[in-house]
């Protein structure tokens, strides 16, 4: 079975950015889960604000887990951050490899 590569990207207020930048940083340090390789949050090149979180997973059935039991305090960042998000500005992509 192979990784799954899980993404979500959006535009953030600018006045937020602060703010942002603060939870995604705690974020990184609690976000983790059985056959969650990685997450990283990217900022794109000459974009300013707007940002790409990727999560890569080891299989398709850790991605199908992953938000199983989520934390207290991750759900709590997660609230904070959508809040954040400038509205429809946010896609979504979800990549098997083959």
Do not use: C, H, W
């Not at 703010?19 to 976000?31: Q, W």
């Not at 979180?53 to 951050?81: C, G, N, Q």
């Amino acid at each position: 079975m192979g990784k799954v590569i899980f993404s979500i990207r959006y535009a953030i207020l600018e006045d937020k950015r602060g703010d942002y930048l603060a939870v995604i940083r705690e974020l990184k340090s609690l976000v983790k889960a059985e056959g969650l390789e990685s997450y990283s949050v990217f900022e794109q090149k000459g974009k300013k604000n707007n940002f790409e979180e990727i999560y890569i997973f080891e299989s398709a059935d850790a991605y199908e887990a992953f938000d199983d039991e989520p934390t207290e305090r991750v759900d709590l960042l997660m609230t904070k951050l959508s809040d954040m998000v400038k509205q429809q500005s946010t896609t979504y992509s979800t990549l098997y490899e083959v």
